[in-house]
């Protein structure tokens, strides 16, 4: 039996803190269709073995209101299956689809019972066809996108029949800490937080009082680009760009769109810029049509979207991964212009040094008491006016419990955005997950139509 105790990292803190302010929730939604209904004790055990290759799932977040320490994952004495599983039959309807992406969105409003584990599976029967829906739901805290995708893997197979998946493994023991025992766990990890700063700080002083004696012109750049690294890092975004665009609420629209990869891919080639580059063209061009169609002018907008920095031995749980916040143009312009104009913007972004910084900023914000670091977190993230994610699924056929898997989209946080589109491809297709926020995008079956003949525009 394993006893795990382990302190929040600091990404996953921020993300569990910011959530007091609900606007900021960051619940990651993974849409999967299915081709009939899963059996469902054999998707009972899948489940029961996904909770123990990943005990992340079983543990809960236990934090202290009087230490600026990050929370710690305990594993919960009270872990019950049952909670997190639940299986709902839809009524009748003429779009099925519709229904299950609807359940979806109510999901995506709720906050977590953070006494517990934070997930939740929901499997949707009824639809037409004999089809079914599973919705899975994870706080941000527990994983990334990416992540998320790694640990759902041990819910599917690549054929109808897996045949012997081996003995089920260990459960971890529940071992909770006391009041007392928080407290001095607590104390202990500030105390070396603090005195890892100290270090740290003795060090970097005397190496930069080193550097500035022997290369003094060198040093003094160096201590300037920090200082404007740290400023830019933690300047206040200020109001969205769109004037028309501007409430937020705790609503959540899905809606989605379903796009050949093959096609995708080729209008990158002819372009020679990369699948990441159409798709954000595509948004650009859909968010400037759906102001223009409403008789509003947006020459550019505020994106916030995640970099990838995850490598081979990161685990799949946490957060790995850098906010990139930049600027695109969205005015009238015909398709390869756009796609030029935005490979510079993307390029500019992605290299920014203020990606590096990203790390050390956060793990100043995990130390902060949660209302303050809720503040600074909201003064960066509520000034977006849109959020975008890409990311890459399974590139081929699987299964769940002997029933294929049709289709899997991801519906991301919007986090203080208007929307959050999400691209995730799975076996040939690029499925688009729109999460609209109905009081800011007042009509999301409009902008998902505009989004539609944006991208149609680069895979004609």
């Not at 998707?43 to 209101?65: F, K, M």
């Not at 670091?373 to 849109?386: I, N, Y």
């Not at 799975?426 to 999460?435: E, K, L, M, R, W």
Request: net charge negative; aromatic share 6%; hydrophobic share 40%.
């Amino acid at each position: 039996m394993t006893v795990r105790d382990e302190r929040m990292g600091p990404f996953d803190a921020v993300m569990y803190a910011i959530e007091s302010d609900p606007i900021l929730r960051t619940g990651i939604i993974a849409y999967i269709g299915l081709e009939a209904e899963p059996d469902r004790d054999q998707l009972t055990a899948r489940a029961e073995r996904l909770t123990r290759i990943y005990p992340r799932l079983r543990e809960r977040a236990v934090g202290s209101a009087i230490s600026p320490a990050p929370p710690r994952w305990e594993t919960d004495p009270n872990f019950n299956l049952d909670f997190h599983v639940r299986w709902r039959r839809l009524l009748d309807g003429e779009d099925a689809t519709a229904n299950a992406l609807a359940y979806a969105a109510h999901m995506g409003e709720q906050d977590f019972d953070h006494s517990r584990p934070l997930w939740e599976l929901a499997v949707l029967t009824g639809l037409s066809g004999g089809r079914a829906a599973m919705i899975f739901k994870i706080h941000h805290s527990v994983a990334d996108g990416m992540g998320g995708i790694a640990m759902s893997s041990a819910l599917f197979d690549l054929a109808p029949d897996p045949g012997d998946l081996g003995p089920m493994p260990d459960a971890p023991t529940p071992s909770p800490a006391g009041l007392v025992a928080r407290a001095v766990k607590s104390t202990k990890f500030s105390a070396s937080a603090i005195r890892e700063t100290a270090v740290g700080t003795v060090r970097a002083s005397a190496k930069g009082l080193r550097n500035m004696l022997t290369s003094p012109i060198s040093s003094t750049n160096t201590a300037v680009r920090t200082l404007r690294l740290t400023a830019k890092s933690l300047a206040p975004q200020g109001d969205p760009l769109s004037d028309w665009i501007t409430q937020r609420s705790l609503s959540c629209e899905f809606t989605l769109l379903e796009i050949p990869i093959d096609k995708l891919k080729q209008a990158a080639r002819n372009a020679d810029v990369t699948l990441n580059v159409v798709f954000v063209a595509a948004v650009a061009d859909a968010f400037g049509m759906y102001h223009r169609r409403n008789d509003h002018q947006l020459d550019e907008f505020r994106l916030n979207m995640p970099v990838n920095k995850r490598t081979a031995g990161d685990a799949a749980t946490g957060n790995h991964w850098a906010p990139a916040r930049f600027l695109v143009p969205c005015g009238d312009l015909d398709s390869g212009a756009r796609l030029h104009q935005v490979e510079g913007v993307i390029t500019t972004a992605m290299h920014d040094p203020v990606l590096d910084f990203s790390e050390i900023l956060y793990k100043g914000m995990a130390l902060l008491p949660g209302p303050a670091a809720e503040r600074l977190a909201g003064s960066l993230m509520k000034g977006v006016d849109l959020a975008a994610t890409n990311v890459p699924g399974p590139p081929v056929p699987i299964y769940t419990c002997g029933t294929r898997v049709t289709s899997m989209a991801a519906f991301a946080p919007k986090s203080g955005a208007a929307a959050n589109i999400g691209l995730l491809t799975y076996d040939g297709t690029a499925f688009v997950g729109i999460n609209s926020d109905p009081v800011g995008v007042a009509n999301p079956a409009e902008f998902t139509e505009c989004l539609a003949g944006a991208f149609a525009k680069y895979t004609a």
